[in-house]
Every structure is written in C-alpha cells, then in structure tokens.
C-alpha cells in the first residue's frame, strides 16, 4: 500500500470530484448497513449533505468506522459529523457543495433553517483504485 499519488488523485478528482452517486456502509452491533448517497471528493474525504438525525448519522456516531463503494473504487474510513451546514466553520465545504450539488441543493427537500441540516465528511483511511488498467492500494493516512 502506498500513500496517496498524484495520479491516484487526479483519478479520483476526475470520477468524484462532482455529483457522484456512492455507496456508504456502516455497521451496528454486527449489522451492515449500505445506503447511496449523493457525495464528492475533495483531499482524501468524501462530503455528503444529509440529516443529524437520519438513521446513518446515528450508526456512524456510534461507530464512525465505515466504508464506500464506487465507480471502480472501494474504501475504509471514519464518517464525522462536521455540524451544521450554516455554521461559519463549514462555510468553505458549503459553497462547495452548493456549486457542486447546484441541480438539487434547492429542490425543497433540504431544510438550511434546520440546525440537523448538516455535513457528513468521510475521511478516507485506506482504498482500492482500478483505473487504467491499474490498481491502486491506496494509503490516505
């Protein structure tokens, strides 16, 4: 396994520096839990808008070790609830996703009053890349 490369992460940039439907898996009490949801990849983390009190928010505060799935990639990291969406200290992650989530952010379905309304950041510890006729063991630590 090798720290993360330049080409690795031109890769991920390029198939989920965007709108990407992912994967997401956590696990209760040795129950897996697999649910898709809307993400992107910035610097190692994947970031998804969602609720506070959503059923994932409650498994990753219990256990925040949790994997994702996607276009040919697969990956091991901690979810951490970074608070609500309008606070200050989120502010860069926001405009972010407000650029990046722009066809459906709006769309009524988020609450922005809603102090739940908040960001999911995964932060990646280990993953597998095939790209290219490559594969890529990833070390994000």
């Not at 949790?66 to 697969?74: K, M, Q």
Request: aromatic residues 12%; proline residues 1%.
């Amino acid at each position: 396994m090798e720290k993360l490369t330049k080409e690795a992460e031109a890769i991920l940039l390029e198939r989920f520096g965007k709108d990407s439907i992912v994967a997401l898996a956590t696990a209760i009490d040795n129950i897996p839990y697999v649910r898709s949801v809307d993400a992107f990849y910035e610097s190692g983390a994947f970031y998804v808008l969602t609720h506070g009190l959503s059923g994932k928010m409650k498994q990753i505060e219990q256990n925040p070790t949790v994997a994702l799935s996607g276009e040919w990639f697969t990956a091991q990291g901690k979810g951490i609830n970074l608070g609500y969406f309008g606070k200050a200290d989120n502010s860069h992650i926001a405009n972010k996703m407000k650029k990046v989530f722009s066809a459906w952010i709006h769309n009524g379905h988020n609450n922005f009053d809603d102090v739940n309304t908040c960001i999911l950041c995964i932060q990646l510890s280990k993953g597998i890349l095939f790209a290219n006729g490559a594969r890529y063991e990833i070390d994000f630590t």
